[in-house]
């Protein structure tokens, strides 16, 4: 019902960083919340950060002030710019879309295919 494109990710430099994008399409009646978690093996998934449509955002404290999320609504996309990253920012990263689509009536998450971000020292 909803595909995304994820890009960037990859081996990035301890302390540099690291710009990933996804856009979100398919059958999207509605689309709410945008954002990344991030998962590592034998752990749960986390925040890492959202944005609402109306541009309001939410940042995990692990990462505040090294990231920044934006959004084009117009094109369903939603970026993460992470700077000044550590060796504990390795995890794969999952693109989030809240959306209600034509298929079903619900609103429900629905979740990229998630892209690794390896930090090298």
């Known amino acids: 019902q909803v595909r995304f494109v994820e890009s960037g990710g990859g081996l990035v430099q301890l302390g540099g960083s690291v710009r990933l994008s996804c856009t979100a399409s398919g059958s999207i009646r509605t689309l709410y919340t945008m954002g990344w978690h991030r998962q590592v093996p034998g752990k749960q998934r986390e925040l890492v950060a959202v944005?609402?449509?109306?541009?309001?955002?939410n940042y995990a404290d692990a990462v505040k002030g090294r990231v920044t999320i934006s959004r084009d609504n117009a094109k369903n996309t939603v970026n993460l710019q992470m700077n000044s990253v550590k060796p504990e920012d390795t995890a794969v990263y999952y693109c989030?879309?809240?959306?209600?689509?034509?298929?079903?009536?619900?609103?429900?998450?629905?979740w990229g295919q998630g892209t690794q971000v390896t930090v090298s020292s």
């Open positions: 944005i609402t449509s109306d541009g309001t955002t």
């Open positions: 989030l879309a809240r959306a209600r689509t034509t298929v079903v009536a619900y609103v429900d998450n629905y």
